[in-house]
């Protein structure tokens, strides 16, 4: 209940932070945060961190398994291994290289 509440007020001030500073404001952060976006070395860093984060939960699957072995249900072994050749075609889910 604390967190529902927390979250509530949370939206409640956003709400009116973003109606006192008006549309322009928002234009103006839009913007910001778009150039933001599309710097190369912003994009760089986001992109090789998520090939980090890959390289280690590929790791860490091996590591599972091999500590693991048959004791996983066949079910949930066939939907990590759906889920690992998804990820495999070059681009994930939001449509951004895997490189």
Known sequence: MRYRLT???GLALGY????????????????SARQFAQNP???NTAESAAQS????AGRAYH???VKIGEKVPAPVSAR???LR???RNGEDDWGTSNT
Request: glycine residues 12%; positive net charge; proline residues 0%.
């Open 7 to 9: 979250f509530i007020a």
């Open 16 to 31: 009116v932070i973003g109606t006192r500073a008006g549309r322009e404001r928002y234009e103006q952060l839009k913007k």
């Open 41 to 43: 070395a912003v994009r």
């Open 53 to 56: 984060g890959r390289d280690l």
């Open 63 to 65: 590591t599972v398994s």
């Open 80 to 82: 990590v291994r759906s």
């Open 85 to 87: 050749e998804r990820g």
